[in-house]
């Protein structure tokens, strides 16, 4: 198959042809274009929670999200809601969204780092006990390298493994 596209790539002679780096399009391309719509911002967070868990991890622990709303408003009120531990949180990261699904971009970002995904019940204002979905032990410079991988249009091809801490090609 190689050979044949070699073939047909030199097949004019002198002229040739070569293949240069596809772009990604406007969707990936970094820059904001006339007509692109803002559709949201990827939200990193650490927690300030005193919970043994994430005191001993801080530096790994990130709730990733994705907000149609700015994130200062997202987590206004954090120490009061489950999501946020119960506890202020922290913006480590954000990175703004143009012409994209939020919800099927946030449900890719947390099956790619499901098996990082933090196991923790935190009791809610009435005592209850709830498991926050959004929240993983995984390393930020792993989590910008997804965000990398957003922007090039790859990101659909990797998941996360936890004994190497990074991620990797799907089989």
Not at 71 to 78: D, L, M, N, P, T
Not at 128 to 147: D, G, H, N, S, T
């Amino acid at each position: 198959l190689m050979r044949s596209l070699q073939r047909q790539l030199n097949a004019d002679g002198d002229a040739g042809r070569r293949i240069t780096d596809p772009t990604a399009g406007p969707l990936f391309s970094g820059q904001t274009n006339d007509g692109d719509e803002a559709s949201g911002t990827i939200y990193v967070l650490r927690s300030q929670s005193n919970h043994p868990m994430v005191a001993e991890n801080r530096e790994l622990v990130h709730k990733i999200g994705v907000t149609s709303n700015s994130v200062e408003k997202r987590i206004a009120g954090a120490q009061l809601q489950t999501t946020f531990l119960m506890a202020k949180v922290d913006i480590v990261a954000t990175y703004e969204l143009y012409n994209i699904n939020r919800t099927k971009l946030e449900n890719l970002l947390h099956r790619i780092f499901a098996s990082a995904q933090l196991d923790i019940e935190i009791p809610d204002r009435f005592g209850r006990p709830l498991k926050p979905q959004e929240w993983f032990l995984v390393p930020l410079f792993v989590i910008e390298e997804a965000v990398e991988r957003i922007k090039d249009g790859t990101i659909s091809r990797y998941t996360y493994n936890p004994d190497s801490a990074g991620l990797i090609l799907r089989e």
